[in-house]
Nanobody, 119 residues
């Protein structure tokens, strides 16, 4: 496994933008990574998958964020980021990154970072 440290987030107005990033504690070859994901959790609800980046660059998004959010990785910086544009109040929550290596059932999790969208 690998340790993950999240950064970014904070408060934005509706229609604004925020970026959350997740730094891996060690360099991992791209060929070892099965998927990199961002989840979101709101009070009283389970974590929901927001975006996933598969080996090879294929991405998938939760329908409500498609076209507004972009997941990307930076191999040189050992990070996976989620750029969030055209934010809505319902995008608020705690965002968690997850990195799953080949052979792992679940992968590693970040500690979570708060995103709040409010006027």
């Amino acid at each position: 496994q690998v340790q993950l440290e999240e950064s970014g987030g904070g408060l934005a107005q509706p229609g604004g933008s925020l970026r959350v990033a997740c730094k891996l504690s060690r360099r991992i070859s791209a060929s070892s990574i099965y998927a990199m994901r961002w989840y979101r959790q709101t009070p009283g609800n389970e974590r929901e998958l927001v975006a996933v980046l598969h080996t090879g660059g294929h991405t998938n998004y939760e329908p409500s964020v498609k076209g507004r959010f972009t997941i990307s990785s930076n191999d040189a910086e050992n990070t996976v980021a989620l750029q969030m544009d055209s934010l809505k109040p319902e995008d608020s929550g705690i965002y968690y990154c997850n990195v799953q290596l080949y052979g792992e059932d679940d992968g590693s999790w970040g500690q979570g970072i708060q995103v709040a969208v409010s006027s």
